[in-house]
């Protein structure tokens, strides 16, 4: 059973990063994972991307219900409730949908699983919230900019907001959205750089989330 929406939101709201990740390698995963968990993070999304997300999935949670009790793993990338059905009877924490889908929506609320819907517009943000979303991720995050949250945060006041694609882990782009008012951050390749991960360099890639944290707490 997964945890209280409530519990997840909080956990998102004090990592403050969310990486986002998908690879068809296994391997690849795990490596990873470690990495962002060394790293201090303690929310994970896996996006269902590729033919080999629901096997690297089960990997991924195996690995972090044997080393990782503190780590919340979610599921991205879904976009209907029968995935979101799947992913929550394999142990997904939450869910993280790149549009906003009623029905994956009232199935979540059914499981008390936090769901996580995309939106880009106002008009999305209010059916995310009319289908009582908490936490909106806002994408892509690269085309709306920290003035749109800025611009809309007003608007419904009862909302969180996470940005993304776009975000960078530089001190000037955190900044930027934070100060607009997200409450987190999702970050993909430009936190889990492609170099570090083909070249298997693991103990850079988690200097690397260290160093985003450390802009991160500068911050508070």
């Known amino acids: 059973m997964a945890p209280s929406p409530d519990v997840i939101i909080a956990a998102f709201e004090q990592t403050g990063i969310i990486p986002v990740f998908y690879h068809d390698d296994a391997d690849v995963c795990l490596e990873v994972l470690q990495a962002c968990y060394d790293g201090g993070l303690r929310v994970f999304e896996f996006t269902s991307r590729g033919e080999n997300a629901r096997k690297n999935f089960a990997i991924l949670r195996d690995k972090k219900l044997a ?16 995935d979101a059905a799947v992913y929550t009877g394999m142990g997904a924490d939450f869910i993280v949908c790149p549009v906003t889908d009623p029905e994956t929506a009232a199935y979540c609320r059914s ?11 106002p008009s999305e943000v209010s059916v995310a919230e009319k289908n009582e979303a908490k936490l909106v991720k806002l994408f892509p995050g690269n085309v709306l900019g920290p003035g749109y949250v800025r611009a809309i945060k007003p608007l419904f006041p009862q909302l969180k907001f996470m940005p993304t694609g776009g975000v960078e882990p530089t001190q000037v782009s955190m900044d930027a959205w ?7 951050v999702g970050m993909g390749s430009n936190l889990l750089s492609k ?8 103990q850079a890639l988690k200097e690397k989330i260290v160093q985003t944290f450390a802009f991160l707490r500068a911050m508070k």
Request: aromatic share 10%; glycine share 12%; hydrophobic share 45%.
């Open 67 to 82: 080393t990782m009790p503190d780590l919340y793993l979610g599921i991205g990338t879904i976009k209907n409730a029968a």
């Open 111 to 121: 499981e008390n699983i936090l769901w996580i819907p995309g939106c880009m517009t």
């Open 178 to 184: 934070f100060d607009a008012g997200v409450v987190c």
């Open 195 to 202: 170099t570090l991960i083909e070249s298997g360099d693991w």
